[in-house]
């Protein structure tokens, strides 16, 4: 049976994962309409965060360049450096990148796939090679 996001497993803890709040901050600010200070991200979570856990995970998720911040009154502003797909990409990427067997892991990810994304993704392979195929979608080679 599946944990649900949040709650502790049996015999655990009462810590969160390791990552699960950097995600759940992230999270609150793609949802966001812009900038958000450490006490407005706080009241998008779940209760019982203290603000100094807020703001210690915003200033590593700056520090780490996820998020850009600019001055508000005495404290910050805080929005993320690049867009949810855009992250994700990334974290597939260096997951793929960080593996023994490339060849491996893209053959189980694509067999997983429904049909519409298999669909998607073949539609999305073929744009691409029209374009000529030679720069990812944030211009590198």
Known sequence: MS???GQEPPGGSGRRARGE???DVLAALWSA???MTARQVRERLAAGLAYTTVLTILTRLHGKGMLVRHREGRG???TPARDEASHTARRMRSLLEGGPDREAVLTRFVSEL???DEE???SLLSEHE?????ETSD???
């Open 130 to 134: 029209a374009r000529g195929g030679d």
């Open 21 to 23: 709040l950097e995600s």
């Open 120 to 122: 998607l993704l073949h």
């Open 114 to 116: 429904s049909e519409q």
């Open 139 to 141: 211009g590198r080679p």
């Open 33 to 35: 309409d812009g900038p």
């Open 76 to 78: 910050y502003a805080y």
């Open 3 to 5: 944990e649900e996001r």
